[in-house]
């Protein structure tokens, strides 16, 4: 079956600092992979998607950035963090057989 | 653009009782899928039910089931018997094979005892 890691589970960064998130599935193979971001009390906010290795689409304008540089590897990174990012981050990958989603644990960011 | 409606930000149940949460959604897709996605407070997004649009016959999940009315572009969501561990946010989402996944905002179910 299909597993997701999300590292790390919690993170408190300053403003101006540097972020890499890092989301690694397991049982599957060549997966669509996708970034949100939710803030407190509210719904999903879709950031990034990946249909494979270097691929990856934008769905927000914004001073985050993600990359795949391999098949069951997803980052999401910043140059400089701003107070706005503070959020939960959530990786998903697509379900092989009806595309549902699969999400994994989560990353709650807290910038400072 | 494809949008989900979920008008209730809140709803509450008493246990063991029964409650159905709205969900409307907009496209001019005649196939696709819906799902809904219970998120408890440790935020692990869990899919509940899933529909196929092609399929008339509404899909069941033991206390879970669903109400979809395809030409009103409605799919509520049914809890059954309700539990205290049913508490959680529950999302609406749909999705063209793929290519569009959207999550509604959203509603926020509590479990009286």
């Known amino acids: 079956s299909q597993t997701i890691h999300q590292w790390p589970a919690t993170l408190v960064q300053p403003v101006g600092s540097p972020l890499s998130l890092e989301c690694t599935v397991e049982?599957?193979?060549?997966?669509?992979l996708y970034w949100y971001r939710q803030a407190a009390g509210r719904g999903l906010q879709l950031l990034f998607y990946?249909?494979?290795?270097?691929?990856i689409s934008s769905e927000v304008p914004q001073n985050l950035s993600a990359s795949r540089p391999q098949d069951r590897q997803f980052i999401l990174s910043s140059k400089k963090l701003l107070l706005s990012d503070s959020g939960f981050y959530l990786c998903?990958?697509?379900?092989?057989?009806?595309?549902?989603?699969?999400f994994g644990p989560g990353t709650r960011l807290t910038v400072t | 653009a494809q949008t989900v409606t979920q008008s209730q930000p809140e709803m509450s149940v008493q246990e063991a009782e029964t409650v159905t949460l709205s969900c409307t959604y907009d496209?001019?897709?005649?196939?696709?899928?819906l799902f809904w996605y219970k998120q408890p407070p440790s935020r692990q997004m869990i899919l509940v039910i899933r529909?196929?649009?092609?399929?008339?016959q509404n899909a069941t999940e033991n206390r879970f089931s669903v109400n979809f009315q395809k030409a009103a572009k409605s799919f509520s969501l049914k809890i059954s018997d309700s539990q205290l561990g049913d508490a959680a946010m529950y999302f609406c989402?749909?999705?063209?094979?793929?290519?569009?996944?959207?999550f509604g905002p959203g509603t926020r179910l509590s479990v009286l005892p």
């Open positions: 529909q196929e649009a092609y399929k008339q």
């Open positions: 989402a749909y999705d063209n094979y793929g290519q569009n996944f959207v």
């Open positions: 049982g599957t193979s060549n997966p669509n």
């Open positions: 496209t001019s897709e005649s196939d696709y899928y």
């Open positions: 998903a990958l697509e379900g092989e057989d009806s595309y549902e989603q699969y």
């Open positions: 990946s249909v494979g290795i270097g691929q």
